[in-house]
């Protein structure tokens, strides 16, 4: 399946991070977290905690995301409609699709993101989790995993390699920035494009 698709806008431009900014704790330049590998691929060293963002905002689009675990899996994730407000913890206000190995597809809303439907997650946890809704469908370690998420008037639904697995409506914020979260593990994105649905 082709990455691209008419009206597609590759959000890395395959020279540098222009148009990117980092935000993480303790604070860490673009060239100690990426790399721009051959043939399109950024390296992630998914450390220092925090995420990397579009300055750019975002609000009706498609969204396509390939990215793959390069050593031993761990936890990440696609933020949707980054947003100012009070973070929680190094996480700002926002709509995380959760790439965490095992959980990849679930949705969590971050700090004081929130959508309509209910939790998965027990009430008063940590961690507030929508869960997916299929059977797993993230590929093996190593393999590259094809993620495409729709945003349109606050309502998100993600694909996961092919399998419908989260939908979610009243999204809040319906838009923002998107970007990509380091929680300790490194990783490889390629064909990352957004399509705007406006």
Same mark, same amino acid.
């Given at each position: 399946m082709s990455a691209q698709t008419a009206g597609a806008v590759d959000l890395f431009n395959g020279r540098d991070f222009s148009g990117w900014t980092l935000q993480t704790t303790p604070a860490a330049s673009i060239a100690d977290t990426f790399h721009m590998l051959p043939d399109g691929v950024i390296a992630s060293a998914g450390k220092p905690a925090g995420f990397f963002a579009t300055t750019e905002s975002y609000r009706n689009y498609k969204?396509?995301?390939? &990215?793959? &675990? !390069?050593?031993?899996?761990?936890n990440g994730g696609v933020l949707l409609h980054i947003s100012p407000g !009070?973070?929680?913890r190094v996480w700002p206000v926002s709509l995380q699709v959760q790439t965490k190995n095992g959980s990849a597809g679930d949705l969590?809303?971050?700090a004081a993101g929130?959508?309509?439907e209910p939790l998965t997650s027990k009430p008063g946890a940590e961690t507030r989790i929508k869960a997916h809704t299929a059977a797993d469908s993230e590929k093996p370690v190593g393999e590259w995993n094809e993620c495409d998420i729709v945003s349109r008037?606050?309502?998100v639904e993600v694909t996961l390699n092919g399998v419908l697995q989260n939908r979610v409506t009243q999204v809040s914020p319906a838009s923002g920035q998107i970007g990509f979260q380091l929680e300790g593990?490194?990783?490889e994105l390629r064909h990352v494009s957004l399509t705007p649905l406006d």
């Open positions: 969204l396509h995301v390939e &990215w793959r &675990w !390069t050593g031993k899996p761990g !009070t973070f929680d969590l809303p971050m929130s959508f309509a008037d606050g309502t593990t490194p990783y």
